[in-house]
C-alpha cells in the first residue's frame, strides 16, 4: 500500500494543500510553522481514525480549524451573514491493488475515480436552531462552535470506515511526546507491550498482581493498617486502610518502570531515550505497518549515534512507505536529498529530478548544509570562512546588521561542492549569490559556470582583474596598509601584508570582521550583497 497524495482543507496551518508523496521515502523539510508535523498528524488521524492517542471523536476543538478560517468566519457573521461554520477535510489518495479495491470510488475533491480515505469535519444541520440562535448575537462568536460537528470518516466509496477496515497498517513514531504516570513512560510501555505475546502479558499480569496482594500481607502494612483502623468514627464509619489498588484500571503499564543498565528509563539521557523509541517501535511496528511515521529522529543525538540511527531505520524500512520530518542535514542527505519535501507557505516543492551523482555525492558526504540552502531565502555560497566572514562584514557595514537577519545565509561550498549545491537551487528556482576567486583565470571561470550565468535566479560573483586571483589580493588592491596593520597589530608593506593574509586566512578575516573600524569592500562582493 502505497499513499500517493494527501489533500488538507482548513486544517491547523493549511487552508488549502496538496502533496504528492514519494512511493518509499519521503523528507519533510520547512521553516518552523510550515506544518510539517501537521502533515504526519493528518496522516496517521486518516489511518487510524486517532489524534493525540485517543479516537478523533473525543478530541474535538475549535483549534483544529485554520485560524484565518475562523477570522473570515466571524467577519461574514459581522456582517449579519447566516452562514454555516467552516468545514475542515483531509484525503489520501492511495495507490491501486486490489487489497483497496472496496476503497475505490469517486467521493473525493478531485471528482476521479481512485482508492482513498476521507475524513469530514462538518456542521451537523440537526442543530440548525441551536446555531441559529448561537450566532444570533455576532458580537459574543470568537471561534467555530465546534460542538455541532460532525465527523465523516469514509471511503472514495462512501462506505463507512473504522480502524479495523483499513488494510494499512501504520507506526507514528514522535520522540518528543513524554507521557509519564507515577514514574513510567507510557510510550516505551505500550511498545514493550505490543512486543509480548499473549502467554507473555498473561504471566506478567499475573505476577504483577500477586506481587500487589503481597504487599497488603506485610506485618508492617497489618499495622499501619489497625492503627488507622481505630480511627472509624473519626475519619469515616468505615474501615481506612492503604493497599495497592489491584484492580483492572491498575496495571503494570502505568506502575512498573523499565529499566537500561539498572537505572530508571526517565533518569538516563534524552538522547538515549529518543533512540530507544525509535528503535523499539521499529523492531515491534514496523514488521506489521506498511506506513512509517518519524518526528524528527534526530532529535537529542550525537553525530555518531544519529548516523546509526539513520542506518537502523533505512534498514528496517526498506520496502516500506517511510515519511518523517527533520531539521537535520544530516539526515536529509543520509536518506537521500531526492527525497525532499519543501514546505514553504502551505506551498511544496520535490529534488527528485536531481541527477544520480548529486544524490551519491550528499549521501556520501551527509555533513555539507544542504538544508541551509533549501530553507535560505537568499543564500550566499562561498569557498571559505574567511570569504564568509568578509561578506558578513560588508552586510554589517551597509546595512547595520547581519545578513541571517535579513533571511541571507552564508554558506561555505568547497570548490566541488558549487555545482551540486547550484543544481538544488536551479530545481527549487531559487536566487542564489555565489561569489568566488577567480583564480588567474576568469575564462575557465565563466567555463565551469556556462551553465548558470543566463540563469535569472543565480548570479555568480568574481572580479574580471586576474592579477589579484584570491580575497586577499582583492581586499590589498582597494585598502591602505595603514588601515590592515591597525587592524592586524602589524607593521607591514602591502607585499608583506598579502603573504601575511595568505598564511593566516581565517585568522585575519576574523580580524577584520571584528574590527570597530570600515573597511573598503571589493566591487564584486557589494555586487553580491545588493
Known amino acids: 500500500m502505497i499513499i500517493d497524495k494527501l489533500i488538507i482543507k482548513n486544517y491547523k496551518l493549511f487552508q488549502n494543500f496538496e502533496c504528492d508523496l514519494n512511493k518509499d521515502i519521503s523528507i519533510l523539510v520547512g521553516d518552523n510553522e510550515e506544518g510539517k508535523s501537521t502533515i504526519l498528524e493528518a496522516i496517521n488521524l486518516l489511518l487510524t ?44 489518495y ?25 475524513m469530514h469535519l462538518e456542521f451537523n444541520d440537526k442543530f440548525s436552531a441551536e446555531y441559529l440562535e448561537y450566532i444570533d448575537d455576532s458580537a459574543r462568536v470568537e ?3 465546534i460542538e455541532y460537528y460532525d465527523v465523516t470518516w469514509c471511503s472514495f466509496a462512501n462506505e463507512t470506515l473504522t480502524s479495523r477496515k483499513i488494510p494499512v497498517n501504520t507506526t507514528l513514531v514522535d520522540t518528543s511526546i513524554q507521557k509519564n504516570y507515577y514514574g513510567t513512560d507510557q510510550y516505551i510501555a505500550k511498545i514493550i507491550d505490543d512486543s509480548l505475546d ?17 504487599f497488603a500481607a506485610e506485618q508492617t502494612i497489618k499495622n499501619i493498617n489497625q492503627k488507622l483502623s481505630a480511627k472509624k468514627g473519626i475519619i469515616s464509619d468505615k474501615d481506612l486502610s492503604v493497599s495497592v489498588d489491584i484492580s483492572a484500571k491498575s496495571n503494570w ?13 526517565k533518569f538516563i539521557g534524552k538522547g538515549e531515550q529518543n533512540s530507544i523509541k525509535i528503535n523499539l517501535t521499529i523492531e515491534s511496528e514496523a514488521e506489521e505497518s506498511q506506513v512509517i511515521l518519524i518526528e524528527e529522529p534526530e532529535n537529542h543525538l550525537s553525530f555518531s549515534n544519529m548516523s546509526k540511527l539513520i542506518n537502523k531505520i533505512k534498514d528496517k524500512c526498506r520496502g516500506k512507505q ?28 520535490k529534488l527528485e529530478d536531481l541527477s544520480s551523482g548529486t544524490q551519491r555525492y550528499f549521501q ?15 543564500p550566499i555560497l562561498v569557498e571559505g570562512p574567511s570569504d564568509e566572514l568578509i561578506i558578513q562584514k560588508a552586510y554589517m557595514q551597509k546595512y547595520d546588521k547581519l545578513p541571517i537577519e535579513a533571511g541571507r545565509d552564508i554558506i561555505t561550498v568547497r570548490g566541488l561542492s558549487f555545482k551540486r549545491f547550484l543544481e538544488i537551487a536551479k530545481i527549487l528556482n531559487k ?51 595603514e588601515t590592515l596593520n591597525n587592524i592586524f597589530g602589524t607593521s607591514k608593506n602591502k607585499e608583506e601584508l598579502e603573504k601575511y593574509m595568505a598564511s593566516n586566512k581565517t585568522d585575519s578575516a576574523l580580524k577584520i570582521f571584528e574590527s570597530e573600524l570600515d573597511i573598503k569592500i571589493p566591487e564584486y562582493i557589494n555586487d553580491a550583497i545588493e
Open 364 to 378: 556520501k558526504l551527509p555533513g555539507y548544509d544542504t538544508l541551509r540552502l533549501i530553507l535560505s531565502k537568499r
Open 431 to 481: 536566487k542564489v549569490s555565489v561569489v568566488t576567486d577567480n583564480d588567474g583565470d576568469v575564462e575557465k571561470l565563466k567555463r565551469k559556470y556556462a551553465d548558470y550565468l543566463d540563469d535569472r535566479n543565480i548570479d555568480i560573483w568574481y572580479s574580471d582583474d586576474e592579477n589579484a586571483e584570491t580575497l586577499e589580493p582583492q581586499i590589498l588592491k582597494v585598502n591602505a596598509a
Open 143 to 145: 471561534t467555530i462552535p
Open 322 to 349: 517511510l515519511i518523517l520530518t527533520t531539521h537535520s542535514t544530516f539526515v536529509l542527505n543520509k536518506l537521500g536529498i531526492n527525497n525532499v519535501i519543501l514546505l514553504n507557505n502551505e506551498n511544496n516543492m
Open 253 to 265: 503499564e502505568s506502575t512498573l518502570t523499565s529499566y537500561l543498565d539498572d537505572i530508571p528509563f
Open 49 to 92: 481514525g486517532k489524534l493525540n492517542g485517543r479516537s478523533i471523536y473525543y478530541e474535538l476543538t475549535p483549534y483544529l480549524c485554520n485560524k484565518t478560517v475562523i477570522n473570515d468566519y466571524i467577519s461574514e457573521l459581522e456582517t449579519g451573514a447566516k452562514n454555516p461554520p467552516p468545514d475542515i477535510l483531509l484525503e489520501l
Open 198 to 214: 499473549m502467554k507473555e502479558k498473561t504471566d506478567l499480569s499475573l505476577n504483577f498482581r500477586k506481587l500487589k496482594e503481597s
Open 94 to 118: 492511495l495507490q491501486d491493488n486490489e487489497q483497496l479495491a472496496f476503497l475505490k470510488g469517486t467521493n473525493n475533491s478531485k471528482k476521479i475515480n481512485a482508492a482513498g480515505i476521507y
